[in-house]
C-alpha cells in the first residue's frame, strides 16, 4: 500500500514538474504583440490548455502556478501585468481542469467565472459587446459538455482545450480592461488578434493531448463525472 502511495505521489510530482518546465521553456517563445502594453504573448498559451486536459484539478493549478512564477523572471517580456500575469495561465488550467475532470461540478464553477469575466468586461465596454462573443461561446462549450460525454478524442480535445483557453483569455480581459484601463475602442483591434491566439491555443493543446493521449495514456489522469 505504501509502495503504491509513493509511486502515485512520485508520478503526481513528475507531471508537475514537467509541465511547469514546458510552460517555462514555451514562454521564451513569443508569438503575438500584445496590444495596449509593451509585451508580447508567448508559446507556453498551448500549454495552459494541454495542462488542463492532462492533469487534475490540483495538479493543474501547481503546474501552472509553479511555471509562471518562474516564467515571471525567465522571460519577463510576456509578464504584461506584472506579477499578476500568473494568474492567466492559472485560471486557465485549473478552470479548464474542472471542466474537464470534474464534468457536473467543476462545470458549474467554470461557467460562473466565464460569465463573471463576461459581465465584468460589459460593465466597461459595453460598446463594442462582441470582444466576449468566443467566452460566450466557451460557456456554451461548457454547458454541452456537462450533460453529454463528447467520446471521440478529435471531437473532445477540441472543446476542452477551447474552454482552457477562454478561461486564460478572460482573466487577460478582465486585467486589460480593470488594470491596464484600455477603453472599449482598444478591444476593437484586439479582437482578431485574440482569435488568432485563441485558436493557436486550442488547436495547438489538441495536437499534443492527442498525441499523448493515444501513446501514453496510462500516465494522464482520466475524466470524471
Known amino acids: 500500500m505504501r509502495n503504491d502511495v509513493r509511486k502515485i505521489t512520485a508520478l503526481m510530482a513528475a507531471r508537475i514538474g514537467v509541465f511547469a518546465a ?8 513569443p508569438v503575438s504583440m500584445f496590444i495596449g502594453a509593451p509585451s508580447f504573448l508567448a508559446l507556453s498559451l498551448i500549454i495552459t490548455p494541454t495542462i488542463a486536459v492532462l492533469l487534475s484539478p490540483l495538479e493543474a493549478f501547481l503546474a501552472s502556478l509553479f511555471g509562471g ?35 457536473k461540478r467543476g462545470s458549474f464553477v467554470t461557467v460562473l467565472f466565464l460569465a463573471a469575466t463576461i459581465s465584468a ?6 460598446p463594442f459587446p462582441y470582444f466576449v462573443i468566443p467566452h460566450s461561446m466557451a460557456i456554451l462549450v461548457v454547458l454541452i459538455t456537462s450533460f453529454k460525454k463528447m467520446t471521440p478524442l478529435g471531437i473532445s480535445m477540441p472543446l476542452y482545450t477551447f474552454v482552457a483557453t477562454m478561461c486564460e483569455q478572460g482573466m487577460m480581459m478582465i486585467f486589460a480592461v480593470y488594470l491596464l484601463a484600455l477603453p472599449w475602442q482598444a478591444f476593437v483591434g484586439i479582437l482578431p488578434v485574440m482569435v488568432y491566439e485563441r ?27
Open 22 to 29: 514546458l510552460y517555462i521553456a514555451t514562454s521564451l517563445i
Open 121 to 126: 468586461y460589459l460593465a466597461r465596454n459595453f
Open 69 to 103: 512564477i518562474i516564467a515571471l523572471y525567465v522571460a519577463p517580456f510576456q509578464a504584461m501585468f506584472g506579477p499578476f500575469t500568473i494568474l492567466l495561465p492559472t485560471a486557465g488550467s485549473t478552470f479548464g481542469s474542472l471542466t474537464y475532470h470534474k464534468r
Open 199 to 225: 485558436l493557436l491555443g486550442t488547436l495547438g493543446a489538441s495536437a499534443i493531448v492527442i498525441s499523448l493521449r493515444k501513446t501514453i495514456p496510462k500516465y494522464f489522469a482520466q475524466e470524471k463525472f
